[in-house]
Nanobody, 123 residues
Framework: QVQLVESGGGLVQAGASLRLSCAAS????????MAWFRQAPGKEREFVAT????????YYADPAKGRFTISRDNAKNTLYLQMSSLEPEDTAVYYC????????????????WGRGTQVTVSS
C-alpha cells in the first residue's frame, strides 16, 4: 500500500509564496513520475506539474509556468511544489499523485493519490 500525504497548504495573501510537500510511504517501489493536480470549488481537477522520478524532467501547465517549481528528493521520497506570486485564482485543494509507468498531464495516468492540502489565496 502506497500512501501520499500532502502538507504545507494554508491561507496567504496574493503575491505570497508557499511550498507544498508530499511524503510518500508504504510499499517501496520506484515511481516513474509524480505530479501535482489541483481542484478549485465547482471546477474539475486540473493538472499543475509533473516530474520524472529519475532524471528530473519536468512539465508544467500554462498557469504554473514561471511561477511554480516542482522538485523531488529521492532519498526522502518527497515531492515538492514551490509556488510564488500566488493569485486568488490559485485557490484550490492541491493533490499529489504518483505513477508507476506514466509521465503525463492526464490524471488517469496516476495510480496513487493523496488526500490533498488546501491553498487559499486572498486578494
Amino acid at each position: 500500500q502506497v500512501q501520499l500525504v500532502e502538507s504545507g497548504g494554508g491561507l496567504v495573501q496574493a503575491g505570497a509564496s508557499l511550498r507544498l510537500s508530499c511524503a510518500a510511504s508504504g510499499r517501496t517501489f520506484t515511481y516513474y513520475a509524480m505530479a501535482w493536480f489541483r481542484q478549485a470549488p465547482g471546477k474539475e481537477r486540473e493538472f499543475v506539474a509533473t516530474i520524472k522520478w529519475t532524471g528530473g524532467d519536468t512539465y508544467y501547465a500554462d498557469p504554473a509556468k514561471g511561477r511554480f517549481t516542482i522538485s523531488r528528493d529521492n532519498a526522502k521520497n518527497t515531492l515538492y511544489l514551490q509556488m510564488s506570486s500566488l493569485e486568488p485564482e490559485d485557490t484550490a485543494v492541491y493533490y499529489c499523485a504518483a505513477s508507476r509507468s506514466s509521465y503525463t498531464s492526464r490524471a488517469e495516468g496516476y495510480n496513487y493519490w493523496g488526500r490533498g492540502t488546501q491553498v487559499t489565496v486572498s486578494s
